[in-house]
């Protein structure tokens, strides 16, 4: 699965995580409220992350930006 789907699928069935990763009010973004947790508890489900730079990095590439 590609990196833009798997992290649509973390946002959209998040339901028990909406304090660590969740989309914002808009719905045109999202925001990692908690970077530890989501490295700790969310990434390694979905990535092969250590590091939130690696996060985003993988975002730019996607032609995502702040």
Do not use: C
């Amino acid at each position: 699965m590609a990196f833009p789907t798997k992290l649509f699928d973390i946002l959209s069935n998040n339901d028990n995580d909406t304090d660590v990763i969740a989309w914002m009010h808009h719905g045109r973004g999202f925001h990692i409220h908690d970077e530890d947790r989501f490295l700790k508890e969310i990434a390694p489900h979905h990535f092969r992350l250590t590091q939130i730079r690696s996060l985003y990095r993988q975002l730019g590439t996607f032609g995502f930006r702040r």
